[in-house]
């Protein structure tokens, strides 16, 4: 079991750090919109080798059959190590390409708050919290599991639905030959 939550975590966590790191280097001095669209489909896509993990195992190795549980365990393993890849893959972008996301998210953040109307001490409010954001997010200990989380609640979802769908045999049932 433990090398499939590391095989298929592996695919998983590969398909999701390298487009992250391509849409990071493809969009490098240009304001990429559809952005978060574009990254939780990647981790859909990335992540739907949670599912094709428990129907595999399932039908290999279990005869067909799985408990929630089982198939939940899975799945949440799978996730887990394609978080760490998804955070490797960051780093590995961030450093390489000297992006500096907290300022550059910062100001976007800062100038939305300008162009919806806000402005004198609710605007200096929300710059000061965006300066803070920028110290914090300099902590690898701040940042590290801010980037994990952004992945890992979709392989939590993604193992949640698998694990219900596929606990029923009669869900894609297995292929006799």
Do not use: C
């Amino acid at each position: 079991m433990f090398r499939k939550i590391l095989a298929y975590g592996t695919v998983a966590g590969l398909i999701a750090g390298i487009s992250l790191s391509a849409v990071v280097v493809a969009g490098q001095g240009h304001e990429v919109h559809y952005g978060m669209l574009i990254g939780y489909t990647t981790m859909l896509i990335a992540l739907s080798t949670v599912f094709i993990a428990i129907k595999r195992h399932r039908d290999a190795d279990l005869g067909g059959v799985i408990g929630f549980w089982p198939a939940l365990g899975l799945g949440l393993g799978i996730s887990f190590v394609a978080g760490i890849f998804y955070v490797l893959a960051w780093e590995t972008t961030v450093a390489l390409t000297h992006l500096d996301f907290a300022s550059g998210y910062a100001k976007t953040l800062i100038e939305q708050k300008k162009a919806s109307g806000v402005s004198g001490v609710a605007l200096a409010k929300f710059t000061a919290e965006m300066e803070q954001f920028k110290v914090q997010y300099a902590n690898p200990f701040y940042r590290l599991p801010m980037t994990f989380i952004e992945i890992f609640p979709v392989g939590v979802l993604v193992s949640l639905v698998s694990a219900g769908l596929l606990r029923s045999s009669r869900f894609l049932p297995v292929r006799r030959r």
